[in-house]
């Protein structure tokens, strides 16, 4: 782990180029940004959502809840950042990378199904789809913020 503390940094779009070391967070864009703490550079990209990431602002520092997870890129690094330090977990194995994939799949789905039943009363409450208007808005708005 190269990097035991981050900066965090209030930002409307993050830079094209990322600055090691540094949370760039955008609440406009409900998405958090940071280059790898282990120091391979790859772009690390946190979404706000009720079922990704939420962060903690005690005035001071920033807090990111659940941990981050670098499955897919070469270093498989995975830590939390607790009030600006970077606290390395354990690797996971595969098995358990997989499990955390279909729990967020469920938990996606549980999500926004319920929200698109209650935003749609006619909706027929067998409907368990995950709602895509609202799963493809929170990407757009993604891509939107890392192409400025
Ligand atoms: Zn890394």
């Known amino acids: 782990m190269r990097h035991h503390t981050l900066e965090h940094r209030f930002v409307r779009n993050a830079p094209r180029e990322l600055e090691p070391g540094v949370l760039y967070i955008s609440m406009e864009y409900a998405t958090a940004v940071h280059s790898c703490c282990c120091g ?26 659940p941990s981050v997870g670098n499955w897919n890129q070469d270093c498989r690094s995975h830590y939390v950042i607790e009030r600006n330090r970077v606290v ?28 698109a039943a209650s935003a749609r009363p006619d909706t027929p409450p067998t409907a368990h789809a995950v709602d895509t208007e609202q799963t493809s808005g929170i990407w757009s708005r993604f891509w939107a913020w890392l192409s400025t």
Do not use: H, Q
């Open 40 to 65: 391979c550079g790859e772009r690390v990209v946190t979404p706000f959502t009720p079922t990704d990431w939420r962060i903690t602002f005690d005035g001071e520092s920033v807090t990111l809840n």
């Open 88 to 115: 390395e977990c354990g690797r996971w194995s595969d098995v358990r990378v997989e499990a955390e994939r279909r729990r967020d799949m469920r938990a996606k789905a549980a999500y926004y199904g319920r929200a």
